[in-house]
């Protein structure tokens, strides 16, 4: 399995960015997809998950400005971030389940991403 993170970039407080997290074969329609980060000095942290059927779950930092969803033909998850904040500053990983319902919890997600920065200016 390879997860391949990209959309990161630089934008000011209230802009917008789009992550995509594009799989290299077919297990990521079939499987949990979550989107985590980490800033410097920081521990990793869930950001939003999204089960093979289109389940969702968000940390409550991001609940109501980010939103995660799926294309499984282009075997592809979306994070769409509104709203930025500074303190969303952090490198942005994708990670995917051997399973099908949503976790939020890192260690349930055995593949990861190598990450894609996102910097917010105030």
């Known amino acids: 399995v390879q997860l391949q993170a990209s ?6 407080a209230g802009g917008s960015l789009r992550l995509s997290c594009a799989g290299s074969g077919s297990t990521i329609s079939l499987n949990a997809i ?17 089960s093979s059927g289109g389940a969702t779950t968000y940390a409550d930092s991001v609940t109501g400005r980010f939103t995660i969803s799926r294309d499984n033909a282009k075997k592809t998850v979306y994070l769409q971030m509104h709203s930025l904040k500074p303190e969303d500053t952090a490198i942005y990983y994708c990670a995917q389940r051997d399973g099908i319902l949503v976790r939020t919890s890192a260690v349930s997600y055995p593949y990861w991403g ?8 105030s």
């Open 7 to 12: 959309g990161g970039g630089t934008v000011q």
């Open 34 to 50: 979550g989107w985590y980060r980490q800033a410097p000095g920081k521990q990793r942290e869930f950001v939003a998950v999204i």
């Open 114 to 121: 190598q990450g894609t920065q996102v910097t917010v200016s």
